[in-house]
């Protein structure tokens, strides 16, 4: 079974306001979906598992960044045959609101770069300290909450998102905060930190790991035990923030590769000859004869010429399209049997990602386990609902006990969410959020 999906990275919505670029980057902008259109229904599957997007989404952190992200994205799953809900992302140092690094933030960030990662750890073992230092994520953690993406603000790795491509072999992917400590003008190269929290990678016999960072490895002061890691847990590394599109494929031991992808900026600052607008479409799947993990890469760069996008040759450097990665964890698992093959698209369907929630998140609609529809539902209502809008249709469901009628946080909401589904409302639920929309739409066009 194949999983393709499409990769982006710095896409920087609200950028053009600072460099003049808007006419300019919302055509490539368009130019890119028509042309990721193209490339999916050329493939066997004609749709997409989901889209990966490895951070810098917004340009200041700000609400209106992410709106206006949300709606593009959302336009980009329709023609590549996604769901919202099927989309994943990181953040980047542009996810981050720089106007909220003042005060304790401030002290706290300084005195993570003078004392490294001891001052780090002591910071995140405490609740408040840790809700001060994610403060400037907070419209980020808004979006990519509403995508089942949430932060660790523990400042752990997630890896909830698992594909199979085969009975017993499938790829997990794992998020990295990489803009952890990034802060007001000193976001230096080889001074970023994971932290051990993030760094120590958990592999499973059968899975191999994608991970998705937005800084490359060297950005980091703690690249050396991050790499380790990576080389003896990981398959692939994907990352963004450069702006320079490369890929390259190291032998770690017998058996044994790890591919680095480096994306090119969606919407880069400047198109010369060193930077264009870029993304990649990119293929997982199972190489029965090697038992490996097979990732096919198809590159796509803007030709400023003649205004398009095609196909970026010059990054594969001679390279195959497809390359057969040795899969030490694979080889770690049970024999997968043969796949049948009947004829036509056999053993080609679109791959599944599977999201596995913290059990206590776990719901059913009523009655019945359905994934996509709670998934999309739970989208609509964090992301483009406001808060207030939010809080009148809890409080109409009864769903809203007194004694935290005032004390109102994302958490709080999430599990009142998932009480009414929990409780057959979900039909009542999603009338009260088409009605809302619907208000808020038509608010829009009388302003």
């Known amino acids: 079974m194949t999983a393709v999906f499409v990769h982006l990275s710095d896409i920087h919505f609200g950028q053009e306001k600072v460099v003049g670029q808007r006419v300019v980057n919302e055509d490539a902008r368009k130019q890119l979906i028509e042309d990721a259109a193209t490339v999916v229904f050329g493939l066997p599957n004609r749709r997409v598992a989901g889209i990966i997007v490895t951070g810098d989404i917004a340009f200041a952190g700000k609400r209106y960044e992410y709106e206006a992200a949300g709606k593009w994205l959302d336009e980009l799953a329709l023609r590549v045959g996604c769901g919202a809900a099927d989309i994943q992302m990181v953040p980047g140092n542009h996810d981050i609101d720089r106007d909220r690094i003042k005060g304790l933030t401030a002290m706290m960030l ?47 790795s997630s890896a909830e998102r698992r594909v199979e491509l085969a009975e017993g072999r499938a790829i997990r992917f794992v998020r990295l905060n ?8 000193r976001d230096e190269y080889g001074k970023l930190l994971l932290g051990a929290r993030q760094r120590v990678m958990t592999a499973a016999d059968g899975e191999e790991l994608v991970v998705l960072a937005h800084h490359p490895l060297n950005w980091y002061a703690d690249s050396a035990d991050a790499t380790r890691f990576l080389r003896g847990r990981a398959r692939v590394f994907i990352s ?12 770690v031991e017998g058996g044994c590769d790890l591919m680095m992808l480096a994306a090119g900026a969606t919407t880069p600052d400047k198109i010369d000859g060193a930077y264009t607008y870029a993304y990649n479409v990119i293929e997982f799947d199972w190489d029965e004869a090697e038992d490996a993990l097979a990732v096919t890469l198809h590159p796509r760069a803007w030709n400023d010429e003649m205004k398009r996008f095609e196909a970026d040759d010059l990054r594969l450097n001679g390279r ?52 996509t529809e709670y998934q999309n539902l739970y989208l609509r209502f964090f992301r483009d609902l406001a808060e207030g809008d939010r809080l009148r249709i809890l409080v109409e469901l009864d769903a809203v006990p007194g004694e935290i009628a005032g004390g109102f946080n994302h958490e709080t909401e999430g599990r009142l969410f998932r009480n009414v589904v929990r409780g057959n409302r979900f039909n009542a639920l999603r009338e009260k959020i088409e009605t809302a929309l619907a208000r808020r739409e038509q608010q829009s066009r009388d302003q």
């Open 110 to 156: 300084d005195g993570i770069y003078e004392q490294g990662e001891a001052r780090l750890d002591s910071f995140l073992e405490e609740e408040t300290a840790r809700d001060v230092l994610y403060l400037r994520f907070a419209e980020y953690r808004r979006f990519a909450d509403a995508y089942q993406c949430p932060l660790d603000c523990a400042g752990q």
């Open 178 to 185: 990489s803009a952890l400590i990034c802060t007001q003008g």
């Open 240 to 251: 963004g923030h450069e702006h320079r599109a490369a890929v390259d494929v190291q032998k």
């Open 320 to 371: 195959d399209r497809r390359t057969v990665l040795g899969a030490p964890y694979f080889r770690k698992g049970s024999k997968p049997p043969k796949p049948e093959v009947t004829g036509g698209l056999a053993g080609i369907e679109p791959a599944h990602v599977e999201i596995i929630l913290p059990q206590e998140q776990d719901v059913t609609v009523n009655g019945q386990a359905d994934e």
